[in-house]
């Protein structure tokens, strides 16, 4: 999740939390949003995000990475929220016949839902994309 805006900008699906998972995730992001060598990556210290591959991932891009405190979900409310979100208003109201059927659903859940109708109070009542053409808009003002 960008916090500028809000947007989920990279995800990946797996049956189990892997670093794997997170780097494919992450891998996304990069090419959605372009980051660059002054990023910074915050999350928790699951052992996903810790691990030596990721880890060496963020250093080889010069990707700052920041970690919430130990046991503090304060640290990284806007993504708890999201992951609060999509259980609430997905995954827990649904029953998925398989791993793909559930994929595709939270993939619509993101691109179709989440980032492109839900609005958001923090952004002044908005969606994540419309934020984002904003201010993509503003910098052709310039």
Do not use: C
């Not at 999740?1 to 049956?15: A, E, I, Q, R, T």
């Not at 929220?81 to 029953?95: G, M, Q, R, T, Y």
């Not at 793909?100 to 691109?111: C, D, G, P, V, Y």
């Amino acid at each position: 999740m960008d916090l500028f805006d809000l947007k989920v900008v990279g995800w990946s699906y797996g049956l189990n939390m892997t670093d794997d998972l997170v780097i494919d995730a992450f891998n996304k992001a990069t090419i959605n949003r372009k980051l660059n060598k002054d990023g910074i990556f915050h999350s928790d210290r699951g052992s996903q995000y810790t691990s030596k591959d990721f880890e060496k991932l963020l250093e080889d891009l010069k990707i700052r990475h920041s970690y919430s405190k130990k046991g503090y979900p304060y640290d990284n409310a806007s993504m708890e929220s999201f992951n609060a979100i999509l259980k609430k208003e997905e995954v827990n109201i649904n029953n998925y016949e398989t791993f793909n059927e559930a994929k595709l659903a939270i993939f619509e859940f993101i691109e179709s839902w989440y980032n492109n109708q839900r609005i958001h109070s923090t952004i002044g009542y908005i969606t994540p994309n419309e934020k984002y053409n904003n201010y993509i808009a503003s910098l052709a003002l310039v």
